[in-house]
């Protein structure tokens, strides 16, 4: 079985769009860490493409928000500014389809999703101190995890931690990450629709399990469109502006 893991879409439809084109053919089942809304200017139409693709999705803290199941009283001004616009746009069937959206951690075939970490779906998980937990804890040897934006993860081995750090080429699309027996993983397929990591390209993974392989993407898209559909619903220009930098 081969899994398409999306994570962070935060309704930004041109960016799934080139995901999905990049993966077509190549997996089996599509699972989704969550912040499937928020931020973005399309939260309808992504909805309705992960619903189509019938994907195993739990709930991330923009998607509580946004669904109104959870006050955006934490967030910064920016981000509570937008889950509240996308309160006001969604269609009815989307709303409740994002409150229904059950809470991490899920465990599917042998491996767990969560949306920040284990213990805690909100928690950020960006250094080895914070990843250590989550490792120990895990109750299989492979986590997806999102919520940070990062595309990477950490190892444990031999009772020491590790990063993995992707940088997939102009050239390539994607870098290979070979599983290996006696290691825990902690991977984070990155933000399809707002990353964070420097790299303004889509990211996503695929996961061949069965073959021991986890495949980590980043794909272009007209980020320009997206950038005039936000301008247009009047969203916030810092998140506008943070696009085109993937910061
Ligand atoms: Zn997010």
């Known amino acids: 079985m081969r899994y398409l893991i999306l994570s962070d879409?935060?309704?930004?439809a041109t960016a799934l769009q080139a995901a999905l084109e990049a993966a077509k053919g190549r997996w089996d089942k599509v699972l989704c860490l969550g912040d499937v809304v928020g931020y973005g200017p399309?939260?309808?139409?992504?909805?309705?493409?992960?619903?189509?693709?019938?994907?195993?999705t739990i709930r991330g803290n923009h998607d509580k928000a946004g669904s109104g199941i959870a006050n955006a009283d934490d967030f910064n001004p920016v981000a509570r500014n937008v889950a509240l616009w996308t309160r006001n746009q969604l269609r009815p069937e989307?709303?409740?389809w994002l409150e229904e959206l059950p809470t991490g951690p899920a465990t599917v075939d042998g491996f767990s999703l969560v949306h920040g970490a284990h213990r805690d779906e909100d928690e950020y998980v960006f250094a080895p101190a914070q990843a250590l937990d989550g490792l120990l804890d895990a109750p299989s040897p492979i986590t997806f995890f999102g919520h940070t934006h990062l595309q990477g993860?950490?190892?444990?081995?031999?009772?020491k931690v590790g990063v993995l750090h992707f940088k997939p080429g102009d050239g390539a699309p994607f870098s290979t990450l070979t599983i290996e027996p006696g290691t825990t993983?902690?991977?984070?397929?990155?933000?399809v629709g707002q990353p964070r990591d420097g790299d303004p390209r889509a990211a996503f993974a695929i996961a061949d399990l069965p073959n021991n392989s986890v495949?980590?993407?980043?794909?272009?898209?007209?980020i320009e469109a997206v950038q005039k559909r936000m301008a247009a619903a009047g969203l916030p220009e810092p998140l506008i502006?943070?696009?085109l930098f993937g910061r």
């Not at 993860?153 to 009772?159: A, E, I, K, Q, V």
């Not at 495949?215 to 007209?222: A, C, I, Q, S, T």
């Open 153 to 159: 993860g950490f190892t444990l081995r031999d009772n």
């Open 42 to 56: 399309d939260p309808n139409e992504v909805i309705d493409k992960v619903r189509e693709l019938g994907a195993t």
């Open 215 to 222: 495949e980590f993407w980043r794909v272009p898209y007209d």
């Open 241 to 243: 502006n943070r696009l």
């Open 185 to 191: 993983y902690l991977l984070n397929p990155g933000s």
């Open 94 to 96: 989307n709303r409740t």
């Open 9 to 12: 879409i935060h309704a930004n």
